[in-house]
């Protein structure tokens, strides 16, 4: 047995099932192991697609996203990918090969300090000089993406490492590294609140149904980031909305007037936190995003098992505020919204994928999450491009239909995955939102410099029959009446939608 072998071997007995990536010659030991294990390899066409599919397998199950690339042109197509996994701090492992040892630091074919690189966009980035320190890298990674989910980990596999079968396996032990010495302080501040307020990110997703229970015992308000959309239904009453910039009215009044604010795995961004309220909790495993002065360096569950909460009375005070959204053109044809409405009524109980672009804002402001992990989009990177792949992943991770909203923009960043989509015959509904333009680029140049259009107008393909060309049935409508007739139908993907619209400005924070 090499290096390489044990390596999957490891990932096979951690529950790994799925890998995302693109064979190369630095990494063919890898893929050689893979060749002969029970973990099922998808191939993509690009590297950053991969990572991105990675990303939305994590994302959308909490399972832990792999993905493998080579050397220097694989690993550096991912990097935009590993960022936005970076900023919204999501649990994935990449493994990127490597030339042989003796050419590191050298001007060599396919040689660059990838390491270097990567550490930048990671959580940690592995280097192993040998077969006993990559299977260390391995074991000490996944731990960590299991244990302290606070971002991506990377692995650099240097070729003759991977081939080695000279190593030393052993069992690791790890000791955390939490600083729960402010809970006492965090207890006075709670016991002394009438108006206590939850703000929920994605670190508080594994306590769903722990803070349900509590929410719903004690009468506390919850809110949310966009990535916890829905940890407690948004149907509820109880669930005010987001918080931050795109704050519903109710979540805005209840955090100027909360006298306790209960931040659980967020990060402490102008995002969510416009501002940093004296009576903040803050409780997150990563440090480095903790603010305010009562910070909590750890893990959710073991705050809320130190804590005790109390029943409160002011949600009729919140219930008051019309928390009503208005936004305009619901009924127009063809406006954005007014379409997105529809297939966000249509799949209101399945999970969606969203880009970057204008139409995320329309889906934003338009979906009410029944359920945590049901609304995915890049955030905090906002790279466009992420839809497909990561409705692919999503789809990979989760067994169920997937459905995918892009603009005409951003689908063209990762369009070839559509190769992907049909090659694993996924049920994933990829709607296209083809205004003809970067529509918000387009208006920012208007409102804010004062310009005409430039460089803004796409001429498009013909996505319908580009999505023939890979073999997936493609339709296009363009009036209102034939989307709602089509969505009507029992759709099933692969399936591509192309939606023409007119152009629209969102509605600004």
């Not at 990674?141 to 990377?154: F, S, V």
């Not at 363009?478 to 969505?487: C, F, I, P, Q, S």
């Amino acid at each position: 047995m090499n290096v390489s072998d044990r390596m999957v071997e490891i990932l096979a007995e951690e529950g790994i099932e799925h890998v995302f990536g693109i064979p190369g010659e630095q990494i063919m030991p890898i893929y050689k192991s893979l060749s002969e294990s029970q973990i099922t390899h998808i191939l993509t066409r690009h590297e950053q697609a991969a990572a991105h599919a990675a990303d939305a397998y994590t994302r959308s199950s909490g399972k832990i996203g792999v993905c493998i690339t080579t050397a220097s042109p694989g690993a550096y197509n991912t990097t935009m990918a590993l960022a936005t996994a970076f900023k919204d701090n999501v649990p994935i492992l990449l493994l990127t090969g490597d030339n042989d040892l003796k050419f590191r630091n050298t001007d060599s074919f396919q040689s660059l300090p990838v390491f270097d690189t990567f550490k930048h966009i990671a959580r940690a980035s592995y280097n192993p000089l040998n077969g006993t320190e990559a299977i260390y890298a391995l074991k000490a990674a996944i731990y960590e993406l299991k244990t302290m989910p606070k971002g991506p980990i990377h692995i650099n596999l240097s070729k003759d490492v991977l081939s080695s079968e000279d190593f030393q396996d052993f069992d690791l032990c790890y000791l955390c590294e939490d600083d729960m010495s402010q809970i006492a302080d965090a207890q006075k501040i709670i016991d002394s609140s009438e108006k206590p307020l939850f703000i929920l990110g994605a670190g508080a997703l594994s306590q769903k149904d722990e803070l349900s229970e509590i929410a719903h015992k004690y009468h506390i308000p919850v809110t949310t980031t966009f990535h916890a959309k829905g940890i407690i239904s948004e149907l509820d009453d109880l669930n005010l909305g987001l918080s931050g910039i795109r704050s519903t009215p109710r979540a805005k009044y209840a955090f100027e007037n909360s006298d306790c604010i209960i931040a659980l795995g967020i990060k402490g961004s102008e995002r969510t936190l416009p501002e940093i309220p004296d009576n903040l909790i803050h409780v997150n495993l990563n440090r480095d995003v903790l603010v305010g002065e009562c910070q909590i360096h750890g893990k959710v569950e073991d705050f809320l098992s130190e804590i005790k909460f109390k029943k409160v009375s002011w949600m009729d005070e919140i219930l008051e505020i019309d928390n009503s959204v208005h936004v305009e053109g619901l009924d127009d044809d063809m406006a954005p919204q007014a379409a997105i409405k529809r297939i966000l009524e249509k799949f209101s109980q399945d999970i969606i994928v969203s880009d970057a672009g204008s139409h995320t804002t329309w889906t934003t402001l338009l979906m009410k999450s029944k359920r945590p992990r049901q609304y995915l989009f890049p955030g905090s990177m906002a790279p466009m491009g992420y839809s497909l792949p990561g409705a692919i992943g999503a789809s990979l991770a989760t067994g169920e239909q997937v459905i995918s909203i892009n603009g005409d923009g951003g689908i063209q960043m990762n369009i070839q995955e559509l190769a992907t989509l049909k090659a694993n015959d996924l049920d994933v509904i990829v709607f296209i939102i083809n205004n003809c333009e970067f529509g918000i680029i387009r208006q920012w140049e208007e409102q804010n410099y004062g310009m005409k259009p430039y460089q803004v107008k796409l001429q498009n393909p013909d996505f319908v029959k580009l999505a023939s060309s890979y073999s997936i049935d493609g339709v296009r409508v363009d009036n209102l009446a034939d989307l709602e007739y089509l969505l009507e139908s029992d759709l099933r993907g692969p399936l591509v939608v192309e939606v023409v619209v007119r152009s629209e400005d969102i509605p600004l924070p």
